[in-house]
């Protein structure tokens, strides 16, 4: 029963984990496509 609890606590804290990564990922991920945005908008203004 004692590793069973061990191995959930483990199994509840990678998501946790994954989950912050997977975020962080995706923030990236947003700045970059608006940077991209940005810096076509800027390149269409200038034409």
């Known amino acids: 029963m004692q590793l069973a609890g061990i191995g959930n606590r483990n ?8 989950e912050t990564f997977e ?7 947003l700045k ?11 390149c269409l203004n200038k034409t």
């Open 11 to 18: 199994y509840s804290v990678k998501p946790l984990i994954g």
């Open 32 to 42: 970059t496509s608006l940077l991209k945005g940005l810096k076509l908008c800027g």
């Open 23 to 29: 975020n962080l990922l995706t923030i990236m991920n």
